[in-house]
């Protein structure tokens, strides 16, 4: 009577020594997981990046085109204007200001001048260099609103004063100069 429960014993403690451990296939299982979820984090984590840089940029474009028609919007002379200008100005972030450099949050310089839109020596121009052709592609239309005319690398995308609404189709070509190369823009605007 008691050789059936020593054998049920018996087997049960073979089956718990078998399934001690992991085998091959559930090791190669979780390794494949585990790839799949690294491949996609590789892909999406540039992507996220680069829109949260974007957009933090949009914020000290903003920001910047706010705090200069605050100085120069009441008919302040702005003939002088120049990067170092705007450094004591603070019309950038505090945050994108280096010493006497301006940064913008892809690490490229921006650069402050004094300039015209429609004539008569209307206008101050926000240069902003070295942009990869997915946050420029994205950045212009974000800030197109507050300018009244923008280039890219040389090529007007956006000219009010002559009439012209930012071009979707010259904005997809400026924003890639190619040759791995970053954009450069121009915006323009009226005090």
């Not at 009577?1 to 085998?23: C, E, F, V, W, Y």
């Not at 540039?46 to 000290?60: A, F, G, H, L, R």
């Not at 890219?152 to 190369?181: H, Q, R, W």
Request: contains cysteine; aromatic residues 6%.
């Amino acid at each position: 009577m008691h050789a059936l429960p020593i054998q049920t014993m018996a087997a049960r403690n073979g089956s718990l020594k078998r399934q001690a451990g992991i085998d091959l296939i559930q090791l190669s299982v979780a390794v494949g997981i585990i790839a799949f979820i690294l491949a996609v984090g590789f892909l999406v984590v540039p992507t996220v990046m680069t829109n949260i840089k974007v957009n933090s940029e949009t914020s000290d474009i903003q920001q910047s085109v706010s705090n200069a028609l605050r100085v120069f919007g009441s008919g302040a002379d702005s003939s002088g204007l120049t990067t170092d200008v705007a450094v004591s100005l603070k019309l950038s972030p505090p945050d994108r200001i280096s010493g006497k450099n301006i940064l913008n949050r892809f690490g490229g310089t921006v650069d402050w001048s004094h300039g015209s839109v429609f004539g008569n020596e209307d206008g101050l121009t926000i240069t902003s260099k070295g942009y990869s052709a997915e946050a420029c592609a994205k950045l212009v239309p974000n800030v197109q609103a507050l300018f009244a005319r923008i280039k890219i690398g040389g090529t007007t995308v956006k000219d009010t004063a002559n009439g012209t609404a930012l071009s979707v189709s010259s904005l997809g070509t400026a924003c890639n100069p190619g040759g791995g190369k970053t954009a450069d823009i121009e915006f323009a605007f009226t005090k």
